[in-house]
């Protein structure tokens, strides 16, 4: 049974106080649609006039400087933040997954996956959801117990059985090791062609973005300088004349020379 298609997403709702509206509504044009979105914290603008859509079904990674606001939009997008300013369109089925895995200590990991789920048959979801991310051998552990990447899949999986319409992903492989890292890029990767969400992958990592995005975008002084669609066939190498063009525009874009040193 497909995890991902029985769960309906919940009723249309309007958060105007905050000019963020969720909405149901299926074949929409975008996705997300952002207008306008200011953001200031004391004398810092750190979105300004933000102008943003995102499709259905496409994969959009966000680069940007420390400091850019990049966890701001994607805290926004999430409802976790207000919209004083301007206007955030958003499906009211969307999920996050953060840098930190987030589990409950003390629940078993098929709890907090299937953690909030009001549908029939919530435990069943919940490990048909680990067994997709392979734990489906670590259904009754403790998070504790889970090694780093363990743990992070499980907290895709918590993401993905809520079939969100829209996926974000703050920094989720940051604090990774390298190699566990590749494999959860690839795991992404196969999930989102399997399932077709709108995706939002902020990261700092030039290569991750190049490998797993269809659309990259640099955000700088509050507003997007760089919007980039990529063609390249999947899988993508490293070593491909494309990749390592794209590569180079990513990091001026970004004010870095390939040696790490500001331009």
């Known amino acids: 049974m497909n995890m991902l298609t029985e769960i309906t997403a919940a009723p249309e709702t309007s958060l105007t106080e905050t000019n963020v509206t969720e909405t149901s509504e299926a074949g929409q044009n975008f996705a997300v649609e952002v207008r306008g979105l200011t953001r200031e914290f004391g004398t810092n603008s750190v979105l300004r006039n933000l102008d943003l859509q995102l499709r259905p079904g496409e994969f959009t990674v966000l680069l940007g400087r420390s400091g850019s606001g990049k966890s701001t939009l994607l805290r926004t997008l999430a409802g976790l933040d207000p919209a004083p ?6 499906p009211s089925a969307r999920a996050v997954v953060f840098q930190e895995p987030r589990l409950m200590p003390w629940k078993r990991v098929w709890q907090n996956v299937a953690l909030g789920l009001r549908v029939p048959n919530a435990r069943k979801r919940a490990e048909e959801a680990l067994e997709e991310v392979g734990l489906g051998h670590r259904l009754n552990a403790w998070p504790l117990t889970l090694s780093g990447g363990e743990a992070q899949r499980a907290s895709l999986a918590r993401a993905l059985v809520r079939a969100p319409k829209l996926l974000l992903l703050d920094e989720p492989f940051a604090a990774l090791d390298a190699l566990t890292r590749l494999r959860m890029q690839a795991l992404v990767a196969t999930l989102w062609q399997t399932y077709q969400p709108a995706v939002l992958l902020v990261t700092h990592d030039v290569d991750e973005a190049i490998l797993l995005g269809d659309r990259l975008l640099v955000l700088e002084n509050g507003a997007i300088s760089l919007d980039v669609a990529i063609s390249h066939p999947r899988p993508r190498r490293h070593a491909s004349p494309g ?13 870095v020379h390939e040696d790490g040193s500001a331009i």
Not at 85 to 90: A, H, Q, R
Not at 243 to 255: E, N, Q, V
């Open 243 to 255: 990749f390592i063009s794209m590569r180079a525009t990513l990091l001026d874009a970004l004010g």
């Open 85 to 90: 300013e301007g206007t955030v369109t958003v």
